[in-house]
């Protein structure tokens, strides 16, 4: 099974703090929203990595997780598309990435431990989440689908 992101578009991603989350709302709007992530393995299959964002206590307009729009829409409908960019006042630096792909709901203690290796994941990139009890919420889970990359630097 061919890896579905080359070394180049693997470290761009890595390289990323944030990314752009679309999904679509009942009544076709799109919805967009910055998350944090991590990029990892799926468990047993290296060739076919992963993302995760957590929900975490930064205030929201809703209590529950569960009842935020983002998750409302991936219930409904699981495809979603991630923008990264890079951006740059020196135009040829410029890129970004788009990834179209499938996202769920993955809860503490489900049986692979995806949640538990990538709350520590999260925690070592962004140390906010030291203090954050992400380990307690679920996270958002993208299965990588299409990829499509640009850089006006060429580094295809």
Known sequence: ???????????????RRTA???TLSPAGW????????VLMDAPG????????SPLDEKPKRVHDV??????????????????FE??????????????????????PGDESHAHQRAVQALRAKYPPYADHEI???PLIRFAIGDVVYWSAAGDR
């Open 20 to 22: 752009v989350l679309a």
């Open 45 to 52: 299959v290296p060739a076919r990595p992963v993302l995760y």
């Open 30 to 37: 799109p919805r967009l929203v910055p998350i944090c992530f």
């Open 135 to 137: 380990d307690d919420m």
């Open 1 to 15: 099974m061919a890896d579905v992101l080359d070394p180049v578009r693997r470290g761009f991603i890595e390289a």
């Open 86 to 107: 890079r951006w740059s006042e020196d135009w040829s630096q410029l890129a970004w990435l788009r990834i179209r792909g499938e996202a769920g709901l993955v809860e």
């Open 66 to 83: 569960r009842r935020l729009a983002r998750i409302r829409d991936i219930a409904v409908r699981p495809d979603v598309t991630l923008l």
